[in-house]
Nanobody, 123 residues
Framework: QVQLVESGGGLVQAGGSLRLSCTAS????????LGWFRQAPGKEREFVAG?????????VYSDSVKGRFTISRDNAKNTVYLQMNGLKPEDMGVYYC???????????????WGQGTQVTVSS
């Protein structure tokens, strides 16, 4: 099965940028739909961004991050990225990557989850 490990979180000033990475184990990475979620303290986990399986470049974003965040993948490195620009205090939370071997970016469910990486935005 797939194991996911996030990295790249940390403390950044409002308006700054961070690049999150998520590296996966397994031989079938290119066949997995990938997504990023986040959870603020005391809040429910919410969808942030998703990217399609294989080499298809289709992506989808939540309205709150559209135009500021970019999801991408490098199948040769078994890695998915989340480039976050123009960070706001409301972007704070634990960010999780997720993977699923089926469906499309329009699907809401994911099978595999990473342990998360903390993003803190100061104002």
């Amino acid at each position: 099965q797939v194991q996911l490990v996030e990295s790249g979180g940390g403390l950044v000033q409002a308006g700054g940028s961070l690049r999150l990475s998520c590296t996966a184990s397994g031989r079938t990475f290119s066949g997995y739909r990938l997504g990023w979620f986040r959870q603020a303290p005391g809040k429910e986990r919410e969808f942030v961004a998703g990217i399609e399986r294989w080499s298809i470049s289709s992506t989808v974003y939540s309205d709150s991050v559209k135009g500021r965040f970019t999801i991408s993948r490098d199948n040769a490195k078994n890695t998915v990225y989340l480039q976050m620009n123009g960070l706001k205090p409301e972007d704070m939370g634990v960010y999780y990557c997720a993977a699923d071997p089926s469906g499309t970016i329009r699907s809401s469910e994911y099978t595999y989850w990473g342990q998360g990486t903390q993003v803190t935005v100061s104002s």
